[in-house]
């Protein structure tokens, strides 16, 4: 079975970046919310989410709405 060729990411776990969001979840359960401890956890995430968004865009690049 092949993949789609334009995955969808719309549900996290589908996500390449779900290991560095549930490592997020983790840590602010572990420093009961406390965001300042686990900044490191979401910076991953937030740069592994611009990479995923700019793979995408660069894949649907020459896609056309009217092809």
């Given at each position: ?24 979840l ?42």
């Amino acid at each position: 079975m092949t993949s789609p060729a334009y995955p969808s990411a719309a549900r996290i776990s589908d996500s390449d970046c779900f290991p560095a969001y549930t490592a997020s979840l983790k840590c602010l359960e572990e420093y009961s919310n406390e965001k300042s401890k686990c900044q490191q956890h979401f910076d991953i995430y937030k740069e592994c989410r611009k990479k995923e968004r700019e793979a995408r865009l660069e894949r649907n690049k020459s896609r056309s709405l009217f092809s």
